[in-house]
Nanobody
Framework: VQLQASGGGLVQPGGSLRLSCAAS????????MGWYRQAPGKQRDLVAD???????NYADSAKGRFTISRNNAKNTVYLQMNSLKPEDTAVYYC???????????????WGKGTLVTVSS
């Protein structure tokens, strides 16, 4: 199983970016898919996640500015980020809890990360 993230880049304060992350490989089911971020010198923190049923969870810093969504048929999760601030600068990682078959337990997978830089 692999998670491939894309969509990072350089954006000015107040701008928007949309991150995408697609899971591929031997996938029976995916429970939670989400996004975490890690700024230089800081720990990796949850930004937002979403269950397969559509329940969402956001960090306080993301509420009102970021929107997470999923396409379950494509095993893909998105993060729409609006009103970006310099403090949003970080490497963003996607995460997914995936079962490879009906006989296996859920395993947490991580993408390689995509850099988001918010700067003028």
């Amino acid at each position: 199983v692999q998670l491939q993230a894309s969509g990072g880049g350089l954006v000015q304060p107040g701008g928007s970016l949309r991150l995408s992350c697609a899971a591929s490989g031997s996938i029976f089911s995916i429970n939670v898919m989400g996004w975490y971020r890690q700024a230089p010198g800081k720990q990796r923190d949850l930004v937002a996640d979403m269950t397969s049923a559509g329940s969402t969870n956001y960090a306080d810093s993301a509420k009102g500015r970021f929107t997470i969504s999923r396409n379950n048929a494509k095993n893909t999760v998105y993060l729409q980020m609006n009103s970006l601030k310099p403090e949003d600068t970080a490497v963003y990682y996607c995460n997914a809890g995936i079962r490879g078959s009906r006989y296996t337990d859920r395993v947490d997978y991580w993408g390689k990360g995509t850099l988001v830089t918010v700067s003028s």
